[in-house]
């Protein structure tokens, strides 16, 4: 029996590059790195212009809470430090590095070499914060922070391996290319987290990697596959959770709080790579696709490697490029120029060349509320927001959306639902951050 949770929608897959192994691309001549590809304080940079670096070198750091370090992802030599807009818009510091194509590894790396079990979880916590690894997933919170937040407080640990977005099939590829590294990866967290098992959570449109992880786990009592049904937003955290134990997040809480945490596969990987060579996250797995793109694929880019050397990877655009989106059709976020790099966050590039952006109005189908997996309703969210009646917003929870974009998919009278929520939200926020600085003085 699948597992599933009320609510959502079928989508289109697309999962053009589900049997397109991942190909490692080495051939930028130079990467930006930006100094922030997680959330928390920004790195400085350690490195200065004319400096030679190698892959793996620490080049950015900051000691402040909630802060991951960022390492070089090429060797050669940095040819300046400037602000870029990065994926958000907001202005970041980039390290730019000439890459002198021979992929010098850092000296200064190292693999752990004691038992794993003689290792503290502080030792381990500390290995994941050098390496720069984050929820490789999109999420980009720093992995150690979430590891020492789960300690003593979490029961269940679950690898999310959903992928529940159209066309993404990174993750996909992972599972099946480098099993070996996810499954030690995974022993890695239930050592430091002092659970006594972990449950890998995939859903059933990939049925290669359940037969996949079914041989290769030797201990099925530790680590355990279980089956999800192919929907959206399945990948979604509270989903996943619901779906496998019937617990629900209360609004403002966190898996943690109702004893669970969740891992994307290749963050765990990177877990394990950290732990056996010292390598900090330097590559991203990303799936390149859409109808503007010639050569749909799976690639594993240097982080900072520009969207344009990407697209030429992928034999370049062949039709108008109306819109290149970070991430999937549904969450990611819609960029403006080609200029941006690859970060540790970007699961996916989609080049599109439909521009679908006529707007219409509610003909009270009611489709959206029956699609809302937060048991949200989004039409009248939408109107509030509209009308910018923004306590009204918050008084119907629109702090609660968790903006997957289901409601807008299914409205038939092209409301941009999402979009208003997002405004109220933002309006929401600000008005609490100023209500609570004034409090503060
Ligand atoms: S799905 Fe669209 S048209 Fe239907 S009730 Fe919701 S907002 Fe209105
Ligand atoms: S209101 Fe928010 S949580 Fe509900 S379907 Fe829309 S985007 Fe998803």
Same mark, same amino acid.
């Given at each position: 029996?699948?597992?599933?949770?009320?609510?959502?929608?079928?989508?289109?897959?697309?999962?053009?590059?589900?049997?397109?192994?991942?190909?490692?691309?080495?051939? /930028?001549?130079?990467?930006?790195?930006?100094?922030?590809?997680?959330?928390?304080? $920004?790195?400085?940079?350690?490195?200065?212009?004319?400096?030679?670096?190698?892959?793996?070198?620490?080049?950015?750091?900051?000691?402040?809470?909630?802060?991951?370090?960022?390492?070089? +992802?090429?060797?050669?030599?940095?040819?300046?430090?400037?602000?870029?807009?990065?994926?958000?818009?907001? /202005?970041?510091?980039?390290?730019?590095?000439?890459?002198?194509?021979?992929?010098?590894?850092?000296?200064?790396?190292?693999?752990?070499?004691? $038992?794993?079990?003689?290792?503290?979880?502080?030792?381990?916590?500390?290995?994941?914060?050098?390496?720069?690894?984050?929820?490789?997933?999109g999420?980009?919170?720093?992995?150690?922070?979430?590891?020492?937040?789960?300690?003593?407080?979490?029961?269940?640990?679950?690898?999310?391996?959903?992928?529940?977005e159209?066309?993404i099939?990174?993750?996909?590829?992972?599972?099946?290319?480098?099993?070996?590294?996810?499954?030690?990866?995974?022993?890695?967290?239930?050592?430091?987290?002092?659970?006594?098992?972990?449950?890998?959570?995939?859903?059933?449109?990939?049925?290669?990697?359940?037969?996949?992880?079914?041989?290769?786990?030797?201990?099925?009592?530790?680590?355990?596959?279980?089956?999800?049904?192919?929907?959206?937003?399945?990948?979604?955290?509270?989903?996943?959770?619901?779906?496998?134990?019937?617990?629900?997040?209360?609004?403002?809480?966190?898996?943690?709080?109702?004893?669970?945490? *969740?891992?994307?596969?290749?963050?765990?990987?990177?877990?394990?790579?950290?732990?056996?060579?010292?390598? $900090?996250?330097?590559?991203?797995?990303?799936?390149?696709?859409?109808?503007?793109?010639?050569? $749909?694929?799976? *690639?594993?880019?240097?982080?900072?490697?520009?969207?344009?050397?990407?697209?030429?990877?992928?034999?370049?655009?062949?039709?108008? *490029?109306?819109?290149?989106i970070s991430g999937g059709p549904m969450m990611g976020q819609a960029q403006? +120029?080609?200029?941006?790099?690859?970060?540790?966050?970007?699961g996916a590039l989609l080049?599109?060349?439909?521009?679908?952006?006529?707007?219409?109005?509610?003909?009270?189908?009611?489709?959206?509320?029956?699609?809302?997996?937060?048991?949200?309703?989004?039409?009248?969210?939408?109107?509030?927001?509209?009308?910018?009646?923004?306590?009204?917003?918050?008084?119907?929870?629109? *702090?609660?959306?968790?903006?997957?974009?289901?409601?807008?998919?299914?409205?038939?009278?092209?409301?941009?639902?999402?979009?208003?929520?997002?405004?109220?939200?933002?309006?929401?926020?600000?008005?609490?951050?100023?209500?609570?600085?004034?409090?503060?003085?």
């Amino acid at each position: 029996m699948a597992y599933t949770f009320l609510g959502g929608i079928h989508l289109d897959e697309r999962k053009n590059t589900a049997a397109m192994a991942a190909e490692l691309y080495t051939d /930028p001549k130079q990467v930006a790195i930006p100094m922030q590809q997680h959330i928390g304080a $920004p790195c400085k940079p350690l490195v200065s212009v004319g400096d030679t670096v190698t892959v793996g070198q620490c080049i950015g750091e900051n000691n402040n809470a909630l802060c991951c370090s960022v390492h070089a +992802s090429v060797s050669g030599t940095v040819i300046s430090l400037e602000e870029r807009r990065g994926i958000t818009g907001a /202005p970041i510091t980039h390290v730019v590095i000439e890459n002198d194509f021979n992929y010098t590894p850092c000296p200064d790396m190292q693999g752990i070499q004691t $038992p794993l079990e003689s290792l503290s979880p502080e030792e381990i916590i500390e290995r994941v914060r050098a390496a720069g690894i984050v929820g490789m997933g999109g999420a980009t919170f720093p992995a150690y922070a979430k590891i020492q937040s789960a300690l003593g407080k979490v029961k269940h640990l679950i690898i999310n391996c959903a992928e529940c977005e159209p066309y993404i099939t990174a993750n996909h590829r992972l599972m099946l290319e480098e099993p070996e590294a996810v499954l030690k990866g995974i022993k890695i967290l239930i050592h430091t987290l002092g659970v006594r098992r972990a449950v890998i959570a995939v859903e059933d449109n990939k049925p290669d990697v359940i037969e996949l992880l079914e041989k290769k786990i030797d201990d099925k009592a530790l680590i355990s596959v279980k089956v999800l049904k192919t929907k959206y937003p399945q990948g979604d955290e509270r989903q996943i959770i619901y779906a496998l134990y019937g617990k629900e997040i209360p609004t403002g809480k966190l898996p943690a709080d109702v004893g669970c945490v *969740l891992f994307n596969p290749e963050t765990v990987a990177c877990i394990y790579r950290a732990l056996s060579t010292g390598m $900090p996250v330097v590559n991203k797995r990303v799936t390149v696709d859409g109808d503007a793109i010639k050569k $749909p694929r799976n *690639l594993i880019v240097p982080i900072g490697t520009s969207f344009a050397d990407v697209a030429e990877a992928c034999g370049g655009t062949r039709k108008k *490029l109306a819109r290149l989106i970070s991430g999937g059709p549904m969450m990611g976020q819609a960029q403006w +120029s080609l200029d941006y790099c690859v970060t540790k966050g970007t699961g996916a590039l989609l080049f599109l060349s439909d521009m679908k952006e006529e707007i219409g109005q509610c003909i009270r189908c009611g489709k959206c509320v029956r699609a809302c997996q937060m048991h949200l309703m989004p039409a009248l969210l939408a109107a509030y927001s509209e009308k910018e009646k923004y306590e009204e917003c918050e008084k119907l929870g629109a *702090l609660s959306c968790v903006e997957c974009g289901c409601c807008t998919y299914v409205c038939p009278g092209k409301v941009p639902i999402v979009q208003y929520i997002r405004n109220a939200k933002g309006a929401i926020n600000e008005h609490r951050r100023r209500v609570g600085e004034k409090g503060g003085k």
